[in-house]
C-alpha cells in the first residue's frame, strides 16, 4: 500500500519558536494533502486541506497565520507552527490522496511546546 | 453538514471473543463510509470503506462492515478478536469519496486473555 511519513515523530520546543512538520508521500504522487490535530482521546480534526502549488484551504477556527501550510510538491505538504504556545502541543497527523478513494494517514508528530 | 456518532467510547471483550462496534452517521445524500483503526501514538490504517453496491463490506483483519441505509448506521463486526486487535478504531463520513473526511470521537478497544 501506499506509503506517507512525517518528520519529526516527536519534537519538543520553547514557547515562541517555530517547528515545520514535514509530510511526505513515498511511492505516489499526491494531489491532495490533508494535516489534522488530534487532542489527546480525542477524534482527529482537520486542519486545513492542501493542494500541491496552491494555497491551502484552512477550516473554521483555524488561524492560517499561526499553521502555515506549503505544498511545494506533489511529494511533500509542510506544517508549521509559527511562534508556538503550550496549547499548540498535540498530536498533528497528515494524510496524502491520489485519487478520491482512500487517505493514506501518516505516522504522526507528537508536538510538545514548553 | 455530515456528523459521526460512535455511541461507544470504550469496549472491552474476551480474546476470541465476537466484536461489534457501533457507528451512526448523519448525511443528506450517500455517503462514503470508512473505519480506520490506530495503534498508540501511530497514524491511522483503513480497515474498509464502502462506497456503493454490495452493502456487506469485507476489510483487512478479518473485519467486515454492514451499510444499513434505513438505519444510518455502518457498523464494524469481527467474528473472533485477537489480542492484536486492541486499539483505538474510527468510522469516518465523507461526502464526496475520501475528501473531507468527517471522524466520530472512536471506540477503545481493549482485549483480555
Known amino acids: 500500500g501506499a506509503v506517507v511519513s512525517q518528520h519529526p515523530s516527536r519534537v519538543i520546543c520553547k514557547s515562541g519558536t517555530s517547528v515545520k512538520i514535514e509530510c511526505r508521500s513515498l511511492?505516489?504522487?499526491?494531489?491532495?494533502m490533508f494535516w489534522y490535530r488530534q487532542f489527546p482521546k480525542q477524534s482527529l480534526m482537520l486542519m486545513a486541506t492542501?493542494?500541491?502549488?496552491?494555497?491551502?484551504?484552512?477550516e473554521q477556527g483555524v488561524e492560517k497565520d499561526k499553521f502555515l501550510i506549503n505544498h511545494a510538491s506533489l511529494t511533500l505538504s509542510t506544517l508549521t507552527v509559527t511562534s508556538a504556545h503550550p496549547e499548540d502541543s498535540s498530536f498533528y497527523i497528515c494524510?496524502?490522496?491520489?485519487?478520491?478513494?482512500?487517505?493514506?494517514f501518516g505516522p504522526g508528530t507528537r508536538l510538545t511546546v514548553l | 453538514a455530515q456528523s459521526v456518532t460512535q455511541p461507544d467510547i470504550h469496549i472491552t471483550v474476551s480474546e476470541g471473543a465476537s466484536l461489534e462496534l457501533r457507528c451512526n452517521y448523519s448525511?443528506?445524500?450517500?455517503?462514503?463510509l470508512f473505519w480506520y483503526v490506530q495503534s498508540p501514538g501511530q497514524g491511522l490504517q483503513l480497515l474498509l470503506k464502502?462506497?456503493?453496491?454490495?452493502?456487506l463490506v469485507q476489510g483487512i483483519k478479518g473485519f467486515e462492515a454492514e451499510f444499513k441505509r434505513s438505519q444510518s448506521s455502518f457498523n464494524l463486526r469481527k467474528p473472533s478478536v485477537h489480542w492484536s486487535d486492541a486499539a483505538e478504531y474510527f468510522c469516518?463520513?465523507?461526502?464526496?469519496?475520501?475528501?473531507?473526511?468527517?471522524f466520530g470521537t472512536g471506540t477503545r478497544l481493549t482485549v483480555i486473555p
Open positions: 494524510s496524502a490522496m491520489e485519487s478520491y478513494n482512500e487517505q493514506f
Open positions: 511511492d505516489f504522487q499526491a494531489t491532495t
Open positions: 492542501s493542494n500541491e502549488g496552491s494555497k491551502a484551504t484552512y
Open positions: 448525511y443528506g445524500a450517500t455517503p462514503y
Open positions: 464502502y462506497f456503493s453496491g454490495d452493502t
Open positions: 469516518a463520513v465523507g461526502a464526496t469519496g475520501a475528501n473531507n473526511l468527517f
